[in-house]
């Protein structure tokens, strides 16, 4: 069973620039959702795709959007960074509802 | 509001010391209770999911319960080894499949 991959693991930003990050989810699994996670906080609910489609949506700004591709990876973007963006982001991966949800390690974004 | 609730927020046992780490939430219709383990720069570690009260599960020294207003992540005779952030996270009945809200997260820290 191969797990969630994400890349790249490591990113350097500057403020207003624009970023994608990506995601491999695990061999299956066809819901695929995004999460932010500050320094000392619990990971925070960014969306969820299903079907290459956004059905579920957190408190974030349309600045961050997303797009599934049909063998289920996926991808963040952010746009206009800011420097509260820095974060570890976090892609996650179930077979469905009922279901645990698997994390992959992450990609540690830094904005300057 | 729902949300959840971690303690203590930092826990120090010496090798051998058992204890247990809290989660309480309020969550309108609960659809699943998720324990995992977080280690520095990586990203969480699927352990539990339990779904219903009374109801229990264990892996190595883990070994979780639930009630209708908390969780318990209790740790049997623990080792270095097991020193991480734990986090739980709940799923709820009309949300997303893969959206849960997650507490802060117990540091663990355990001396030989």
């Known amino acids: 069973e191969t797990g969630v991959t994400q890349s790249p693991t490591h990113l350097i930003k500057t403020r207003g620039q624009q970023v994608t990050l990506r995601c491999s989810s695990q061999s299956g699994h066809n819901t695929v959702s995004w999460y932010q996670q500050a320094l000392g906080q619990g990971p925070q609910f960014i969306f969820q795709?299903?079907?290459?489609?956004?059905?579920g949506r957190g408190n974030f700004p349309p600045r961050f959007s997303g797009l599934q591709f049909p063998n289920y990876s996926s991808e963040l973007n952010v746009n206009a960074l800011e420097l509260d963006d820095s974060a570890l982001y976090l892609c996650?991966?179930?077979?469905?509802?009922?279901?645990?949800?698997?994390f992959g390690n992450g990609t540690r974004l830094t904005v300057t | 509001e729902d949300q959840v609730t971690q303690s203590p927020e930092a826990l120090r046992l010496q090798e051998g010391e058992s204890s247990s780490l809290n989660c309480s939430y309020t969550v309108s219709g609960l659809r699943g209770l998720f324990w995992y383990r977080q280690d520095p720069g990586k990203g969480p570690e699927f352990l539990f999911t339990l779904y219903s009260a009374g109801e229990e599960k264990e892996k190595e020294r883990l070994k979780a319960t639930l009630t209708k207003k908390e969780s318990f992540l209790h740790i049997t005779a623990p080792k270095p080894e097991d020193s991480a952030t734990y986090l739980c996270?709940?799923?709820?009945?009309?949300?997303?499949?893969?959206?849960?809200?997650f507490g802060t997260g117990t540091l663990l820290a355990v001396q030989p």
């Open positions: 996650a991966s179930s077979l469905d509802r009922d279901r645990g949800v698997h």
């Open positions: 795709y299903y079907r290459e489609e956004e059905n």
């Open positions: 996270a709940v799923r709820f009945y009309g949300g997303a499949t893969n959206k849960l809200i």
